[in-house]
């Protein structure tokens, strides 16, 4: 058989033993909850589930790029926002032991009013929007080049599948699937370095020591990051969803634990791309580098996008629907006598229309800096949300943020505003300031009205 035939086989068999392994859940609280008989999930269910649902296929691609672009500076770089389990960690428990929220859209009906609300369920839903494209293009991207039949098969196939088993649980099988996905992607990974670390005499140090620390070379990205774990986090359902699931102190100890975790593995991932550029391979890294060491290390590779992309869409589709069902009603029905099958449509139509960028040749990139920059605004409503404010700080601060990421996706920042140079100075210039003006003008209202 040729490649092609067994990465079918992957896709369709891993995804079939998902299906039969996923539970199926009957109630509101099964399958936006993942709570059955009044059993919540716990730490090592929530841990697992944080770490793969945060490892994208494209994100593992992006890590491995930047490896190969800048070496370990690179991938190191995008490891930090990894650094968003623990903001918001310690701000979501904070805010429900503290504050008695108990979900992120209650804390803003309450704070700001309805408005803020679909505001803020506008942007998120732009990012699981992006989910499920910017992941499926990847899967694609291994069975054919991008525009051909085999291509576009392998996306609505594999878009298809995960959505079987997603449909079948909900949240409850996305939390159990993950953990299967997570110990998976670990022994994957285990077993592509094992083939990447001997072909360099397992010299780690050279790895590690590989790229350069200036701004221009990486470093300005790793600002970047810095700045965006305190805004980025809050705007993925994904993540926020977790931490209103288990007691807070499971929450918490989970969401602490998945930061190493999950720093670790995406940058022991970049090692990927590192590898590529000591043997000068310009492209796509993992495909590249998977080349040069035959059928196996391909189909290891491909198997490993498969799992973490099923991770995030399934993740994705669960959060759609509860946004859809829950977050966005005004009914304060009891969760228990929500409607299921609303939440199994609302998975259906996300995945139809997360799959229509497939066919207008949407940038992989794209996702993940544009939607990273135009949520810098959240960061003051999150992180001061202690602080009494009137409602026009969240709308301020939010709408600049806007503003900002579509400057920026436009190309019209002007470069005279540019605080460094390089590769990523004109997006660090950008966060740097348009993250100073938000919570200038979060905390203006404020202080103008006591004068």
Known sequence: ??????????????????FLLAPYSKTGKEFFKATKKDKRPGFWMLCSSLVISWIFAKSITNA???????????????????????????????MRVNGGIKSIHEFLQNKFGR?????????IAFRLFNEIWSNTMVIGSYFGDAGSSSYYWAIIAFTLLTLAYSLKGGLRSSLMTDMIQMALFGVL??????????????????????????????????????IQVFSYPFHDPVLTDRAFLSDPKTTL???????????????????????????????????????????????MINFIMITSAASTLDSTFASFSKLVTIDLSKNKTLIKNVSVSKGRLAMAGLALLGTIPVFMGAEILSATTVSGTMVIGLAPVFILWKIDVPTP???LSVILGIIFGVIL???????????????????????????????????????????
């Open 189 to 226: 990974l285990f077993f592509i370095l094992a083939q990447i670390l001997p072909a360099e005499n397992m010299d780690v140090v050279k790895f590690v020591e590989s790229g350069e620390w200036k701004m221009a070379a990486g470093l300005n990205l790793f600002f970047v990051a810095l």
């Open 253 to 299: 100890k989970s969401f602490i634990w998945a930061t190493p975790i999950g720093f670790i593995c995406i940058l022991l991932f970049s090692f990927v791309g590192i590898f590529g550029q000591f043997q000068g391979l310009s492209g796509q890294a993992p495909v590249e580098v998977a080349k040069l060491f035959g059928v196996g290390m391909m189909l």
């Open 64 to 94: 491995a790029n930047l490896g190969m672009a800048f070496g370990f500076v690179g991938g190191f770089a995008y490891a930090t926002y990894y650094l968003s389990f623990l903001v918001a960690g310690f701000v979501l428990y904070k």
């Open 1 to 18: 058989m040729d490649i092609t035939t067994w990465q079918w086989i992957l896709v369709i068999g891993f995804s079939l033993i998902l």
């Open 115 to 123: 408005g803020a609300v679909i505001l803020f369920s506008v942007l």
């Open 409 to 451: 996706s436009l190309g019209l920042w002007p470069e005279i505003l540019n605080l460094s140079s390089g590769k990523y100075g004109d997006l660090l210039s950008v966060n740097i300031i348009g993250t100073i003006l938000c919570f200038t003008l979060y905390l203006s209202p404020k202080f103008l009205a006591k004068r």
């Open 393 to 395: 700080s969240f709308y």
